[in-house]
């Protein structure tokens, strides 16, 4: 079997031997890789999904020509993104992720990216507002071109 390390590590390895104690007969063979997986191999895996982003993974395997060919909608759903990125980190699954809110784990080696292609999901995005019908204050327009300059500073 390949398999990126840190789903060996973290979730294969630790539940190894009950898998040789349930089949002694059989001998599992475990390499590491960070090769690329192939995008019709995702429907082996358990996607996991946000209640807040329901859609995109949706959207990605339709960017990426196998929607027909893989259910998005199946796997497990997360009230949050963070929860699926916990869930992705110990194992449980494949998580759509914004880069940006991983970046450090995927630094740390904690998350891995199986394909290197991304969407960028333009306006479906995160946004900064403010309540209608008031002025923005100066301290909030500071803020918001600290939050904005903070951003430009993203690979």
Partial sequence: MRS???????????????????HPDIEVLLTASLDEVDFRDLRHFTLLHSIARPDDWGYWLDANGVAQQVDSAAG???????????????????????LFLVEDDLRDGKLVMPFKKTLDMGSYTYYLLTPAGRPESASMKQFRTWMLAQFALQP
Avoid: K, V
């Fill in 4 to 22: 990126y390390t840190t789903f060996a590590m973290r979730w294969l390895i630790p539940r190894l031997s009950g898998f040789h104690q349930a």
């Fill in 76 to 98: 497990m759903t997360y009230q949050s993104s963070a929860m699926a990125y916990a869930a992705a980190i110990e194992g449980q699954g494949l998580a759509m992720a914004q």
